[in-house]
């Protein structure tokens, strides 16, 4: 693109987190170059957070052998100069605001109601193994374990999206987080109670319901650019819920103030997260709401031309 149209502005926002240095080793050196050369042939190259910002910048000085500039966020690199943003994506708050109150969402929380235990565990995911589900299943367990006063009080409702279905590794995984899921009940199940409730399918509407109904939200990913799942639900809920989330979410460089912390492969830390605290969980809700409602998706885009307009008037 910068070869055809050596004067256009150029913009590229990258939605996944990004390795640092050492991490790309495991490519060929052509191909981490390459990689690392077609990006900073943009006028800017976003990030969700500071952490890939700096992770990126790092590379296109040690990898392709860009100056960087940690002061100012720059990399000139072939007599051309990529400024590297941090701006987390977020969501539009009428939407939901609307979809909350949509027939098909009430329709499926009266189902959640009727269905649902005296606490509700919720994590809402697609089956890819960043999400971390199978850990989190055990970290339940745990729960489980130290805690048999909640038996038949609390249950996991895990509503999945099949995720890449058609690449063996996904398929496997899918079959590993089902068979987790029923070595849990199998272990724990009594009297009708069922811990955990496993539903694999694409449906929006049920996702935005349990939202609603939720008392933790349970995002323990191994590494994501965002997860816009922390930011949604929090939107909606009515029940003062918390949100217990993994460290290496981008979305927890935003809300992390307001939310319990957690390493993603510290099972038993996770597990001690679950003990559903009540301590000021109606004030960390407000807090993340309110700075959803603040930080919406039409101040991100506006944010995007910002940069744009910013690259466009710079001088290398």
């Known amino acids: ?32 170059q390459a990689i690392h050369d077609g990006l900073l042939a943009n006028d800017v190259v976003g990030f969700h957070t500071a952490r890939w910002r700096l992770a990126f910048l790092r ?27 941090a701006s987390p994506i977020s969501i539009d708050p009428e939407e939901f605001d609307e979809l909350a109150e949509s027939p098909a969402v009430l329709a499926a929380e009266r189902e959640i109601v009727e269905r649902r235990p005296e606490r509700l565990i919720l994590r809402v995911d697609r089956t890819d193994p960043s999400k971390n589900i199978v850990r989190g299943f055990r970290a339940f367990e745990l729960y489980l374990e130290a805690h048999p006063e909640m038996h038949g009080r609390v249950g996991m409702l895990t509503l999945l999206d099949p995720s890449r279905q058609d690449i063996p590794e996904y398929s496997e995984y899918l079959g590993a987080v089902q068979r987790e899921a029923r070595r849990v009940n199998d272990r724990f199940q009594s009297g009708g109670w069922i811990p955990i409730d496993l539903q694999i399918e694409d449906n929006f509407p049920r996702s935005v319901a349990a939202y609603k109904q939720f008392d933790v939200l349970f995002v323990n990913a191994i590494f994501d650019g965002l997860n816009l799942v922390a930011k949604e639900a929090p939107l909606v809920n009515t029940r003062d819920g918390v949100v217990v989330l993994s460290d290496n979410a981008g979305a927890c460089e935003e809300i992390g103030d ?28 407000e807090a993340i709401r309110s700075h959803v409602r603040e930080h919406d998706l039409e101040r991100w885009l506006a944010g995007q031309i910002d940069e744009l307009d910013r690259a466009s008037a710079r001088v290398p």
């Not at 590379?59 to 690199?77: K, P, Q, R, S």
Request: proline share 7%; glycine share 6%.
């Open 1 to 32: 693109m910068r070869d055809r149209a050596p004067d256009a502005t150029l913009s590229h926002f990258v939605h996944i987190p990004w390795p640092q240095p050492d991490y790309w080793r495991i490519l060929p050196a052509e191909q981490r």
């Open 59 to 85: 590379c296109a000085v040690d990898i392709a052998g860009a100056e960087g500039n940690f002061g100012n966020w720059t990399a000139d690199y072939r007599d051309r100069r990529t400024h590297v943003a």
């Open 258 to 285: 307001w939310v319990l912390k957690v390493n993603p492969f510290d099972v038993a830390a996770q597990a001690e997260a679950l003990q559903l605290g009540e301590g000021e969980r109606r004030a960390r809700l």
